[in-house]
């Protein structure tokens, strides 16, 4: 198996330790020869660092398989503003897992543990499971409202991943009335295969894609006119640091480029008034951030919509483009 995954001669070990059995030697050996070859390398020593690295991974790989079986994880919604209108047009969905003991873990660390420990599906599942539920509660709070609002869900594009299942998911979660589309990182989906192939799937499904976290991938422009994209979002790194002359002039050549790629161009990451300003000088249309609400759990989003939006009034507004 390592030899298929390397073809070169890779050499792990240890510092030898009395108080330490031969097995326990032979243990470290193994695990620096696969952490050598996970990070791309032809020898490393086994260390502490090491040992804390699969600790960790150990054990939040238990705590996604107890999440998943007493039901910790959850679903947090982030506002996606329209801002000709500054009002909510649809959500990105986002994963949350809780411990037992009450802290969170974030999915930038826990989604690739579940990848390679196999657990992504699990999760997929739960999320679809729980947007589908959750997406009627939305479908009734925009019922005064003149549009259909949407959920966009993050898909790894993971060759893991069964597309089929997420699909068929997907579409049960349409029936609520709102309008389901997914998110997948711009890094994996334009060079890698599996990546494509899944793309694919869900766009002959009929789902609008989003790439995510555009302008961090390693996108070339022939990729980007080869592919007739729906949405990119522009990654909120471009945002941070939007007072920096060079940045800004930066940001708006992500936008123009992202603006010639896709039909629509929604940025994420806006924290401050300063920074909405700008991108509405920019033009830009669609937003996300911080400023106008951080991801929020169903209940939470019924009050936001209603106290900060007047959602749930009996009133009418076009909000078609
Ligand atoms: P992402 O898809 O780029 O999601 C946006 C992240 O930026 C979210 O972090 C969100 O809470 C955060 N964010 C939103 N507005 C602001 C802002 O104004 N300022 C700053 N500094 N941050 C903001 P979160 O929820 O921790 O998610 C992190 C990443 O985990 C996501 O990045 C996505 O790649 C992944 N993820 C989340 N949920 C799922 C899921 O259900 N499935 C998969 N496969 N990945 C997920
Ligand atoms: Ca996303
Ligand atoms: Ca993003």
Redesign the pocket.
Known sequence: ELANKSPSLIVGGCMLNRNQSAHQHLTYTDVAIREAIASGKNHLAFDEKILAKIEYKQSIEQAIKLGLDRKLFS??Y?PIIDLMTEQPIGF?????LQTEAGTSI???NF?PIAESAGL?ND??DY?CDRVSAEAVEIYKLFKNYDTQPYVN????PSQLIDVKRTVTALKHAEKSGVKINV?I?ESGILNDDSARRIFNVFQTEGFSIAI??FGTGHSSIQHLERYNFSTL?V??SF??NIDDPQAYRFLNAIINLARTAATYTIV????TLQQKLLLMKMGVRFC????WG??MKISELEIYLTEKYGFNKARKIDLSM
């Open positions: 679903v947090a982030q990105e969905a986002l994963i949350r974030s999915p930038v989604i992504l999760i997929t999320l869900v993050n898909i790894s998110e990182t995510d976290d979002k990654d909120q945002v941070s994420e990451g806006v924290e996300q951030g911080y400023y951080h991801p």
